[in-house]
């Protein structure tokens, strides 16, 4: 059983819809880096109804959970089996999240790098100083690799632009017609993505939601490998890397690797799937 519903591959990204629990250990595959913003509790502050948008009382029902939670503790040594042996890792937490983060992909043997700050621009509002920033997890599985550009920042500023909502089916009704509910900036990404890996490398995204890291990766001319269970945003990303797929083989001619047209194997990793 490889958990697999559907499948498609889009120039370098292999896209599945299917549970990471079960997808990933049957994949057997070796990635370059994992890029990923899991589905943990969220911990707004207390929610009296004063918010809207995804925490709208006709959308959230103040439980912490926007999706299905997967405990770190299980995530993290799927994901870490995923990797190569060398291999980055940046997963995104909120500040009350990270530690216990870090605490169960290090206990499995990934390092901490570094603490990295996105300042988002926008603040959610709380009563106990409103968050304007989330962060990035940057941990690295056996030999540490430099930067490309070790001038880069610690903390970086990206304003959000929610797209989205843009590839859901005309039909839906209105209330199912909002972005994803945690949709993250494909420049973040492709920044981070860009510094920590080479051209051709294989990026693994198993939850990507509506498939920003995808669309990064490709711009970055990377491969990915992208995971989401839940077919309306599996929908949305698969029209996401059509759209991004002259841009994604300008950007592997620019760095003189061989487009992979269906998502060939790379000598390097082994390839993007089993
Ligand atoms: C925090 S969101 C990621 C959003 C993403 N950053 C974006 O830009 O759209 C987490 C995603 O993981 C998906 N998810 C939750 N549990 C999953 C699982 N066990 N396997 C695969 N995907 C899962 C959810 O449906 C959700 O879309």
């Known amino acids: 059983m490889t958990g697999i519903v559907e499948e498609i591959t889009i120039g370098p990204a292999r896209l599945i819809l299917g549970d990471m629990r079960e997808v990933l250990p049957a994949l057997k ?108 997890l940057y941990l690295y599985k056996g030999k540490a690799r430099r930067l490309n550009d070790c001038g880069a ?53 198993p939850f990507t939601g509506s498939g920003s890291t995808v669309v990064a990766a490709m711009r970055a001319g990377r491969r990915a490998l992208a995971i989401e269970k839940d077919p309306k945003w599996f929908g949305v990303m698969v029209g996401r890397a059509r759209d991004a797929l002259e841009v994604s083989r300008a950007a592997f001619r620019r760095a003189g690797v061989a487009f992979p047209e269906n998502g060939a194997v790379s000598a390097k990793t082994g390839g993007c799937g089993a």
């Open 153 to 205: 920042r610690q903390m970086v500023q990206v304003r959000q632009m929610d797209v989205s909502h843009h590839y859901l089916p005309a039909d839906l009704p209105k209330l199912e017609r909002a972005p994803h509910p945690t949709e993250k900036p494909v420049k973040l990404r492709q920044d981070w993505i860009s510094n920590v890996t080479d051209p051709g490398a294989l990026v693994l995204d």
């Open 29 to 136: 595959m070796r990635a370059d880096m994992v890029m990923s913003d899991p589905p943990y509790m969220l911990s707004s502050g207390g929610n009296n109804g004063e918010l809207g948008g995804c925490f709208g009382r006709n959308r959230y029902d103040n439980g912490g959970a926007l999706f299905d939670v997967v405990p770190w503790h299980e995530m993290a040594p799927i994901m870490l089996a995923a990797c190569a042996d060398n291999a980055e890792l940046i997963i995104m937490a909120t500040d009350r999240e990270e530690a216990r983060a870090r605490a169960a992909f290090e206990v499995e043997g990934a390092r901490f790098h570094r603490l990295l700050v996105w300042g988002k621009g926008t603040a959610t509002p709380n009563r106990w100083f409103m968050p304007n920033c989330e962060f990035g």
